[in-house]
């Protein structure tokens, strides 16, 4: 049985992982080995700065990705690498059961 605490950090990752642009975001940073700058993953999914960075914090928010600053530029790293990769496993198979 899940406590109230883990009940609420589930949702948490599992709401933030609903929207697709979140799951796309997830994915690029399990797929990276090398820092992965917010502004680069803008570029990669064609869209701008702002929007991206509101997604980014809802993924920071769940406990998903974690944010670092170099510079003036901030940078996303997966919190938990094999976490990530179950999730994304998970997703695959979901998607192979249809």
Not at 2 to 23: D, W
Not at 31 to 40: D, G, M, N, S, Y
Not at 42 to 59: D, F, G, S, T
Not at 74 to 97: G, H, Q, S, W
């Amino acid at each position: 049985m899940f406590t109230e605490r883990e009940i609420r950090e589930v949702s948490s990752m599992l709401g933030a992982l609903g929207n697709p642009t979140r799951f796309r975001i997830v994915m690029l940073v399990s797929e990276t080995k090398r820092p992965l700058h917010i502004k680069a993953v803008a570029q990669m999914l064609e869209m701008n700065y702002a929007a991206i960075y509101r997604h980014v914090k809802v993924l920071q928010e769940s406990g998903l990705v974690g944010i670092y600053e170099v510079g003036r530029s901030r940078v996303l790293y997966p919190r938990d690498e094999e976490l990530i990769r179950k999730i994304i496993d998970f997703a695959k198979n979901i998607i192979r059961k249809k």
